[in-house]
């Protein structure tokens, strides 16, 4: 299978030109002007751009969660990335207690065998930090291709800070990269103490205020420690509040190595959300939570200047009718954390982003694909360049979409951006080569397979 994508702007992290692209096989083959190989399929690109897809380096597909389950598997969650010109995601696999961190990637392998439809990774998530299993970090990253590690410092199954420095430790000497999800336990606890007692725990708003920004804060400035302690690398997911930022920045300033990733919904979304009626605030129940417009407008900048590096999506998402709107509607605390995502992360990004201004196209480019590659090891995939992976969106700025559940394809009754209006839309998607999604004249469809998607081993880190 070959295609010829002609006359488009090739856009790259690094900046964009008029030029064709050859790929055949899973392969770009050549980049040039008036390319004429013969071709299984040709595209005129003509007034379009062509990036390399976007990859979502967290999400939660069949993630068994507060008594049930993140309900998108690897069939309808990667159907759904390739319609949003996701031509990658790194998903996380949680290690339940007593399994090695291989079996536990065995087993989500499984899931993944034979219904996923683009390309994907994983992360282990240490949950049952036995000590062999902080030896097993050196496989993981050599071995099994999987070299960044996810730890929660909230949760039942959270990690100590004990753990959080010998994974550091480990995952230095071996290329490794210790991915946090950064909140004060104790003081999350204390506030729901306090909302108990004052009899606070219908409204969903009390979720956001039982974590506040200062418990993302102190967690980071906490994390940002071992990580000076130590010497090695760390990774903030869903950074979500101002102060958390500079925390992360106030690190980076000391030439301590933490990074950080934030997603749409902090970009985009603000507490007030919670208060929607009709038991609406539910559906942005996640953790962290929603803050506020002066928290969304610093990670903006935060994005621009170079202080976080990625854009991803924490996509987890749980129906509003049956799930959000029945598990906890006597107590926040019992609302499924998490929301969909994983299909509007770059139409948002465009959109919010490079149409208002607020980061460049290239910028967009590496947050949500190049950097992503570096940050993770995904060495063939994030740029449109000879001899990598022919995973290309062709993007149209002009299409108009309107925002809405019932032309999305993830496995969910809602979306948080209902009646958004975006501007630009993939016009084609491909996945090593193959066509997987196009523009339809009203939506994204899916025409690609499942089972054509691959397990992708990433490399360590060398530059220690
Ligand atoms: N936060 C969520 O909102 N959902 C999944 C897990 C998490 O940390
Ligand atoms: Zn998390
Ligand atoms: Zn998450």
Not at 368 to 379: D, E, I, N, V
Request: aromatic residues 10%; hydrophobic residues 35%.
């Amino acid at each position: 299978m070959s295609v010829l994508i002609k006359n488009g702007l090739i856009v790259n992290a690094t900046g964009r030109y008029q030029a064709d692209v050859y790929a055949d096989g899973d392969k770009i083959k050549a980049i040039g002007s008036d390319l004429d190989y013969p071709a299984d399929e040709v595209v005129d690109a003509k007034g379009l751009y062509v990036m390399p897809g976007a990859i979502d380096p967290h999400t939660h597909i069949s993630m068994p969660f507060m008594g049930t389950y993140a309900q998108d598997d690897y069939e309808t969650g990667t159907i759904a990335a390739a319609c949003g010109g996701i031509t990658c995601l790194v998903d996380f696999d949680l290690q339940q207690k007593g399994e090695s961190l291989y079996e536990a990637l065995e087993r989500k392998k499984a899931l993944a065998e034979g219904k996923v439809c683009v390309d994907y990774s994983l992360h282990p998530a240490v949950m049952d930090p036995r000590p062999e299993i902080i030896e097993e970090v050196k496989q993981a990253c050599h071995e099994y291709g999987t070299p960044s590690f996810k730890i929660f410092m909230v949760y039942d199954f959270r990690v100590d800070d004990a753990t959080m420095i010998k994974l550091l430790e480990e995952t230095k000497k071996y290329g490794g990269l210790v991915q946090v999800h950064a909140e004060n336990v104790y003081i999350v606890q204390h506030m729901n103490e306090v909302f108990e007692k004052e009899g606070k725990v219908k409204e969903p708003y009390y979720h956001a205020l039982s974590r506040p920004n200062i418990a993302e804060e102190e967690a980071i400035a906490r994390a940002a420690k071992m990580v000076e302690l130590t010497g090695s690398r760390i990774y903030i997911v869903h950074l979500s509040s101002k102060e958390g930022l500079w925390k992360v920045k106030e690190a980076r300033d000391h030439g301590i190595d933490v990074y950080a990733e934030t997603c749409p919904q902090y970009l985009l979304l603000d507490d007030e959300r919670y208060k929607e009626a009709d038991w609406n605030g539910a559906k942005y129940v996640m953790s962290p939570p929603l803050r506020t417009k002066e928290s969304n407008a610093a990670l903006w900048l935060g994005l621009r200047g170079g202080d976080l590096q990625v854009v991803s999506t924490d996509h987890c998402p749980f129906d509003f009718k049956g799930k959000k709107d029945m598990f906890g509607k006597d107590d926040y605390k019992k609302i499924p954390n998490g929301a969909p995502g994983v299909e509007t992360l770059a139409m948002l990004l465009h959109t919010e982003g490079v149409v208002k201004g607020r980061i460049s196209l290239e910028r967009m480019v590496d947050v949500l694909s190049t950097g992503t590659a570096k940050m993770f090891g995904l060495k063939d995939k994030g740029e449109i360049a000879v001899g990598k992976d022919a995973d290309i969106v062709v993007f149209d700025p002009s299409i108009k979409f309107t925002i809405t559940q019932s032309k999305l394809h993830m496995n969910c009754d809602y979306t948080p951006y209902e009646g958004m209006e975006m501007t630009g839309m993939p016009s084609a998607v491909f996945s090593r080569g193959k066509r997987v999604a196009e523009w339809n004249g009203d939506q994204v469809q899916f025409v690609g397979q499942a089972g054509h998607g691959r397990f992708v081993k990433r490399e360590p880190f060398e530059g220690f």
